[in-house]
């Protein structure tokens, strides 16, 4: 059962924007980094967002990243086909001394 | 370029020991903690375990704990991960990640799959 709790899906049509939510407690998100990563069908995870809203090189700024107390957000601007996938949260755990995912996120171009 | 490339899945069945590997390259295995994370079929992701640089400290999810070990050998630039009394709910797809400082997963292998059936 993840500690992380994520939509489990939202949608938009080409060019609009999404948003998606990660809720977490004091013992991560408040005091941890969060991290996003995408999953495409039958593909590895890859890093999108670190350290709540820097992106790796290579990611394009229409992806954003923000946290705000216990819970991080994942933005996603002019919304294209290629964003079609699952996102996933994820921090490290104090209390639990484990890292930890939040429940995943499919994301659907309209 | 970053490499990380695992190796060691197959079917097991129950009870069964299965062990993986992870040959990294690209990069300096030894400064880096490394971990294992999996994902059930149809499933989300899971952290499974991770390794300091030189394996002093070690933590694992509490469904493997007791059962699972975690390893790394710096001179071979390799990971490893024992399973142990393998249960129908490990199957699942094992990806090995290395673990950047500020304890993001900033690079996965294209995973391999473990499938406990009798």
């Known amino acids: 059962q993840s500690v992380l709790t994520q939509p489990p899906s939202v949608s938009a049509a080409p060019g609009q924007k999404v948003t998606i939510s990660c809720s977490g407690s004091s013992s991560n998100i408040g005091n941890n980094y969060v991290s996003w990563y995408q999953q495409f069908p039958g593909t590895a995870p890859k890093l999108l967002i670190y350290?709540?809203?820097k992106r790796p090189s290579g990611i394009p700024d229409r992806f954003s990243g923000s946290k705000s107390g216990t819970s991080g957000t994942l933005g996603i601007t002019g919304l294209q086909t290629g964003d079609e996938a699952d996102y996933y949260c994820g921090t490290w755990d104090r209390s639990l001394s484990a890292y930890v995912f939040g429940t995943g996120t499919k994301v659907t171009v309209l | 370029e970053v490499q990380v490339v695992e190796s060691g899945g197959g079917l097991v069945q129950p009870g069964g020991s299965l062990r993986l590997s992870c040959a990294a390259s690209?990069?300096?295995?030894?400064?880096?903690?490394m971990g294992w994370v999996r994902q059930a079929p149809g499933k989300g992701l899971e952290w499974v375990a991770n390794i300091k640089q030189d394996g002093s400290e070690k933590y694992y999810v509490d469904s493997v704990k007791g059962r699972f070990t975690i390893s790394r050998d710096n001179a071979k630039n390799s990971l490893y991960l024992q399973m142990n009394s393998l249960r129908a709910e490990d199957t699942a797809v094992y990806y090995c990640?290395?673990?950047?400082?500020?304890?993001?997963?900033?690079?996965w292998g294209q995973g391999t799959l473990v499938t406990v059936s009798s």
């Open positions: 350290e709540n809203f």
């Open positions: 690209g990069f300096t295995f030894s400064s880096y903690w």
């Open positions: 990640v290395v673990t950047a400082e500020s304890g993001c997963l900033d690079y």
